[in-house]
């Protein structure tokens, strides 16, 4: 086990007042019970109650009164029901929906006791088979490891400190550019990298991504309502990999035959399930930013080591200096979407890019950051900063003059002009300091 960002937010959590039953939500194999079994060492008692086991599940589906349902919990599990500070885990719960539905009471009638709830494939019943107890609990995404805990879990401590407080001497730029592609071609999945901390060996983990995508593809029985979801839901996960980073239609995906009323369904089940993400472009300049939806959205997947593997570009990453020349650059930006989306811990985090609304126009920009009042482009790609068109036509729309660059070189504030000669400063950044793009930004822009 290993270091988790999200132990932090479960100890802001744990002393906030008002504090409600916590619903962890994440794919499969992401860290949730990990993550709780770890926060479980600041409690007095830790009850665990795992509803994949008959026993542990018909308790909550017995229509005890809930005072009852708490004796009953105790008794069970030989737990005293009056020791102070007791974190009560209840895990796959999607396995018993009533125990979702009582989350509620420990709210208002136990709220002394500390209750966090997760599974695996909780998401394929929101808006599905029951109705959470809306405005009685709360939610946090988990996600894939980020690159900072990437450095913790490989004993990089000296690499972390300087990453944490953004000082980069140029002796060390090129070591955490080789641990960045080191995490580029793994991932962030964390059995993928407890096997690579032991081993230090790329070929060990093919096993362990098969059987990861194999346990996405055995879920979707439990997602599907009919055959013919199954199978296109089937299909997506089969082919989605291979369109990482890409923009996608609905019709004909994957070069299937189904219809797109059917293909957008599977895809946005699988977005619930937060295996990927639709990311829709944005038009406007300015906050709000507004998704048009009736345009072809870019294809987020979970973990960019699970896409280099199933498409098989781990070699090609392998022996390549530079990670923007794989694949046209669209491993470097799938990664840096990824980072990006592991600074939240909402499970509303999103994405946006941008595309221009004039007609035939091909220009747009990778994504878009909120930060603060503004919307600042985003860019993922080598070359002068003159040549970064798409940008340059944001900035000169734009009521900001900020922009961002990710690439391989050092950071580097620079005064620049777009083609048509508006000044604007570009934050040129390595690649590994996308996790701490809130950071930079805060300490950059006054």
Request: charged letters at 25%; a positive charge.
């Amino acid at each position: 086990m290993f270091n988790r960002v999200i132990l932090k937010e479960l100890e802001k959590w744990a002393v906030k007042k008002g504090r409600k039953p916590l619903i962890l939500r994440g794919a499969r194999q992401v860290g949730k019970t990990t993550a709780v079994n770890m926060f479980s060492a600041n409690f007095n008692q830790f009850v665990y109650l795992n509803l994949e086991h008959p026993d542990e599940r018909q308790l909550f589906e017995r229509n005890y009164p809930f005072s009852q349902l708490i004796d009953a919990i105790f008794f069970y599990k030989d737990k005293d029901k009056n020791v102070d500070r007791t974190l009560i885990f209840i895990d796959e719960i999607q396995n018993a929906p009533a125990a979702v539905r009582l989350l509620r009471f420990f709210y208002e009638e136990a709220p002394h006791f500390f209750v966090i709830a997760a599974g695996s494939l909780l998401e394929s019943l929101i808006d599905n088979t029951i109705s959470f107890p809306v405005g009685r609990v709360e939610y946090l995404a988990v996600r894939p490891l980020t690159f900072v805990e990437f450095l913790m879990a490989t004993g990089e401590e000296k690499s972390l400190d300087l990453l944490t407080d953004l000082n980069i001497p140029d002796y060390a730029h090129n070591k955490l550019m080789d641990l960045f592609k080191q995490y580029t071609i793994i991932g962030g999945m964390p059995e993928i990298i407890a096997n690579y901390v032991e081993y230090h060996n790329f070929y060990n983990l093919r096993e362990i991504y098969d059987q990861l995508i194999v346990s996405y593809l055995d879920d979707v029985e439990k997602y599907g309502k009919n055959q013919t979801t199954i199978d296109v839901i089937r299909h997506v996960i089969s082919s989605a990999f291979r369109y990482a980073g890409q923009r996608i239609t609905f019709t004909k995906f994957g070069n299937s035959q189904y219809k797109s009323r059917e293909m957008s369904g599977a895809f946005k089940t699988l977005e619930k399930t937060m295996l990927l993400k639709l990311i829709y472009p944005v038009e406007n300049l300015k906050l709000p930013a507004v998704s048009n939806l009736r345009k072809a959205p870019k294809l987020q997947l979970l973990d960019t080591g699970l896409v280099n593997y199933s498409s098989g570009l781990q070699k090609q990453l392998f022996v390549s200096d530079l990670i923007e020349s794989v694949y046209r650059g669209k491993i470097a930006e799938h990664v840096i979407g990824q980072e990006i989306l592991g600074m939240e811990s909402s499970v509303r985090a999103s994405l946006d890019f941008w595309t221009s609304e004039r007609r035939n126009s091909q220009a747009e920009v990778d994504f878009l950051y909120r930060y603060k009042d503004m919307l600042i482009p985003i860019e993922v790609k080598l070359g002068a900063s003159g040549k970064l068109r798409s940008l340059h036509q944001f900035v000169n729309l734009a009521p900001q003059n900020w922009a961002v660059r990710f690439y391989s070189g050092k950071m580097v504030v620079e005064e620049a002009k777009t083609i048509s000669g508006k000044k604007y400063k570009l934050i040129n950044l390595p690649h590994y300091m996308a996790g701490k793009l809130d950071l930079v930004l805060e300490r950059i822009i006054k």
